[in-house]
């Protein structure tokens, strides 16, 4: 179990066996010397999978996507020096999106900084403010009451980054030579005392009580807003961006909340509400072109809004809340600012879950029925003009998807264009599927490393994206010899940015193919050969369909759709105000 080779094998063994007591199942570890110790010490950890990957950025975002998947720390590992920089994208997006990692730099010593030392830079507090909590680790040592401080900050650091809201906990740990497990004499007497059971028998895997139970129904009182929202018939709920580990009972609450209060469900694609239609007999999934109607926006305004989780995509609904400025109530139990419309809201920082037991029914109301009718006869339309499309106009991938995947498909949704695709054209069924994405910080970088992390023994599963963001990360594609499952990648291929085609700086040419959409002529079949990952081009939508019907078990696979990025620009400028204007 532990390695008595040398003080640092002691060191680094024990900190891989509590981890693995906590709960710990992956380490992600990057090539490097400083390093030796903790990687040694997962490799040799029984119970946990250790995953060698070479380049740290792609590391990072995958070590992201196995923590999303699976809702527990992933431990991230490398050597001193900018390697660790490579890991601040991931980090930051961590943060954001509230994903629990613990990331372990190793450091030169003390006596080996500011001396010129090879790969040696200021890892103090490297990543700023965005973990949860940073420590340097003191230098190994063998003294029995060291390494229970070892022990006890490494179970502080597990609790961290889960609670009171999951994210990053920075470790920075140095090591003196000898990095390698060379036999020191000097940890014989510590292996004839050492006592392993007794030593982690404090040690725990189980969920300590949140600090933020939420909401209690003892705390209720006539004042409360549960009671003010019964009071109003035009209210809607938000279920915005969310990730839930239980989505069926994420769900099922958010439909009990508008069943009792006879509220319409405005619901973003990437929120597995879509998916579980069966549940809310009240779901809108058009909201986006329904608001564009000046005529509907107006008859359709709210008197509250209560927002779960962060508001969607649209910026045409995000306007018209600035707009009408209804009283929003965001359901929450994180610590974070999650209003960037500044308008008149209050954070509840409790769960929906919660809520959706203490809530009595009322009657329906005419505003839910306007609601429902809008969306039957808008949602109609898009499906129809959808169904006739023959071209391929990529934002008929997203609808397209969400009728032919199988059902409880993982599906990562790249930024930019495709997230923008699901918002509008997403049709809601009963397939379960889970949408995964990186919406923290809203960057390409990493992205498919994190949908490899996602699918990584996991369902067969699906990456929606754009080529650029593809070819951002190629990197990723070095994961395939270590990538346990199968993924998927719908490409969509516009040679460019086709959001920049949405802006106004798309009127501007030059600068704008050059500097902005800048297309990079990458012929897709080839690079996939260098990685060696199928590729196919497709043809059709029904070639699409076909291929997506049964999904493979294992490897990596890239359906390519070459599309018209400036035709598909335009299609949605003419077309998408004219669904909820022209249909009804």
């Known amino acids: 179990m532990l390695d008595f080779s040398n003080t640092n094998t002691v060191w680094g063994s024990i900190l891989a066996e509590t981890f693995k007591r906590l709960g710990l199942t992956t380490a992600v570890i990057c090539p490097g010397s400083r390093s030796t110790p903790l990687t040694i010490a997962f490799a040799q950890t029984h119970g946990v999978e250790a995953i060698p990957i070479l380049d740290e950025r792609s590391a990072a975002f995958f070590a992201l996507g196995i923590a999303r998947q699976t809702g527990l720390p992933v431990v991230l590992v490398c050597t001193s020096g900018t390697a660790a920089a490579n890991f601040y994208p991931a980090i930051i997006e961590a943060r954001e999106s509230r994903v629990p990692l613990i990331v372990l730099t190793a450091d030169r010593p003390p006596e080996l900084r500011d001396c010129r030392s090879g790969q040696t830079i200021n890892q103090t507090k490297l990543y700023g403010t965005y973990p949860n909590w940073y420590a340097e680790l003191a230098l190994p040592s063998l003294d029995i009451e060291m390494l229970a401080y070892l022990r006890q900050t490494l179970i502080y650091a597990w609790e961290r980054s889960r609670y009171p809201v999951p994210g990053v906990v920075h470790l920075n740990i140095p090591f003196r030579d000898p990095l390698?497990?060379?036999?020191?004499?000097a940890t014989k007497l510590l292996q004839s005392q050492f006592q392993p059971e007794e030593f982690f028998s404090g040690i725990t895997n189980s969920s300590p009580l949140t600090p933020h139970p939420g909401l209690r129904p003892a705390s209720l009182t006539p004042l409360t807003p549960l009671q003010e929202w019964q009071q109003h018939n035009q209210g809607i709920i938000i279920a915005g961006l969310a990730q839930p580990q239980q989505p069926r009972e994420y769900c099922g609450?958010?439909?009990?909340?508008?069943?009792?209060?006879?509220?319409?469900?405005?619901?973003?694609?990437?929120?597995?509400?879509?998916?579980?239609?069966?549940?809310n007999p009240y779901l809108i999934s058009i909201y986006d072109l329904i608001v564009r109607n000046p005529q509907l926006a107006q008859q359709l305004q709210p008197e509250i809004v209560i927002q779960i989780g962060e508001l969607p995509t649209s910026k045409d609904l995000r306007h018209w809340l600035s707009v009408t400025q209804p009283q929003r109530w965001i359901v929450d139990p994180c610590d974070h600012n999650l209003d960037p419309l500044h308008g008149k809201t209050i954070h509840l920082r409790t769960t929906v879950e919660q809520l959706a037991q203490l809530i009595e029914p009322k009657a329906s109301t005419t505003y839910l029925q306007l609601w429902c009718d809008v969306e039957t006869k808008v949602r109609s339309?898009?499906?129809?003009?959808?169904?006739?499309?023959?071209?391929?106009?990529?934002?008929?991938?997203?609808?397209l998807l969400s009728q032919v995947l199988p059902p409880e498909t993982p599906l990562f949704i790249a930024n930019s264009m495709p997230v923008r695709d699901m918002e509008f054209f997403w049709k809601p069924s009963n397939s379960n599927i889970r949408p995964f994405f990186n919406?923290?910080?809203?960057?390409?970088?990493?992205?498919?490393?994190?949908?490899?992390?996602?699918?990584?023994?996991?369902?067969?599963?699906?990456?929606?994206?754009?080529d650029l963001t593809l070819l951002h990360d190629t990197n990723g594609f070095l994961i395939n010899n270590k990538f346990i499952g199968h993924l998927t990648i719908v490409l969509i291929n516009n040679n460019g940015g086709g959001?920049?085609?949405?802006?106004?700086?798309?009127?501007?040419?030059?600068?704008?193919?050059?500097?902005?959409?800048?297309?990079?002529?990458i012929d897709f079949a080839q690079l996939c050969a260098t990685y060696n990952v199928e590729h196919e081009l497709i043809q059709s939508w029904e070639h699409l369909q076909q291929k997506l019907n049964s999904l493979p078990i294992t490897g990596i696979r890239v359906l390519e759709l070459k599309t018209d990025r400036k035709a598909d620009a335009k299609w949605r400028k003419d077309n998408l105000g004219k669904l909820a204007t022209e249909h009804l």
């Open 253 to 279: 609450a958010i439909a009990q909340l508008a069943k009792t209060l006879k509220f319409p469900v405005l619901a973003e694609a990437l929120s597995p509400v879509r998916n579980y239609a069966d549940l």
């Open 499 to 521: 959001i920049f085609e949405m802006l106004p700086i798309s009127k501007f040419e030059p600068p704008f193919e050059k500097f902005f959409a800048t297309p990079q002529n």
């Open 381 to 399: 339309a898009c499906d129809r003009t959808m169904a006739e499309i023959d071209h391929l106009f990529e934002g008929k991938a997203a609808w």
């Open 439 to 466: 919406r923290g910080a809203n960057g390409i970088d990493g992205t498919l490393s994190t949908a490899l992390g996602v699918a990584h023994r996991n369902q067969s599963s699906v990456l929606l994206t754009g």
């Open 180 to 185: 390698a497990p060379i036999p020191d004499t």
